[in-house]
């Protein structure tokens, strides 16, 4: 089973601010498999990204993913205030159980 | 636009079986092109996915839980459905089914989320 690591635990930064959201795999992530979502309190996970780096319908393009191998990024170019919420990295696809990192809490510094 | 929702009891006695059903509205499940999931968090916790069914009726348990769950299809309704066996308090969770695309070779991640539903574990 892939352990997905997410840091920071929690991120305070201000509406406006860029910021960046890290996942770390306990092995390779094969063909790219490595999504990314938000949750907002009482909402099912919204996909944001899959396969690394395609943003799924309707996602503004100030959402960006990237990364290979064990190390990928979220980034969020100019955070609007909607964007504070709980994002997961999840690996799929490849090497199942399909696994979640334990989120990283972006909030309003 | 597709829609999902789970339905089933929220409050179950421990030992007892968890029992949900998935509608899917918007789309055939029969189709083929998908593999439908159930994903559940545990109260203030990270996300734990059970396994998924494709509309054929192949399944992919969680090793953690195979020996417990079961997945279903029904195509004729447009539902598919879990059913955990031996439940504990450690089963108390909200519980989503969910949506991702399969091509044939490989998955993509889910897509389309029900809103979810919370079971309770409690005699």
């Known amino acids: 089973e892939i352990v997905l690591t997410q840091s920071p635990g929690t991120l305070s930064l201000s509406p406006g601010e860029r910021a960046t959201l890290s996942c770390r795999a306990s092995?390779?992530?094969?063909?790219?498999?490595l999504a990314w979502y938000q949750q907002k309190p009482g909402q099912a996970p919204r996909l944001l990204i899959s396969?690394?780096?395609s943003r799924a319908t309707g996602i503004p393009d100030r959402f960006s993913g990237s990364g290979s191998g064990t190390d990928f990024t979220l980034t969020i170019s100019r955070l609007e205030p909607e964007d504070f919420a709980v994002y997961y990295c999840?690996?799929?696809?490849?090497?199942?159980?399909?696994?979640f990192g334990q989120g990283t809490t972006l909030e309003i510094k | 636009q597709v829609q999902l929702q789970e339905s089933g009891p929220g409050l179950v006695k421990p030992s007892q079986t968890l029992s949900l059903t998935c509608t899917v509205s918007?789309?055939?499940?029969?189709?083929?092109?998908?593999?439908w999931s159930w994903i559940r968090q545990h109260p203030g916790k990270g996300l734990e996915c059970i396994g998924y069914?494709?509309?054929?009726?192949?399944?992919y348990y969680n090793p953690s839980l195979r020996s417990r769950v079961t997945l279903s299809v029904d195509t004729s309704k447009n539902q598919f459905s879990l059913n955990l066996s031996s439940v504990t308090a450690a089963d108390t969770a909200v519980y989503y089914c969910?949506?991702?695309?399969?091509?044939?070779?490989?998955?993509?991640?889910?897509?389309?989320w029900g809103q979810g539903t919370l079971v309770t574990v409690s005699s």
């Open positions: 969910a949506r991702g695309k399969y091509d044939g070779g490989s998955r993509d991640a889910s897509d389309y």
């Open positions: 918007g789309g055939s499940i029969s189709s083929g092109g998908y593999y």
């Open positions: 069914i494709y509309y054929s009726g192949s399944t």
């Open positions: 092995q390779s992530v094969s063909n790219n498999y």
């Open positions: 396969g690394i780096s």
């Open positions: 999840q690996q799929y696809g490849s090497s199942p159980p399909d696994t």
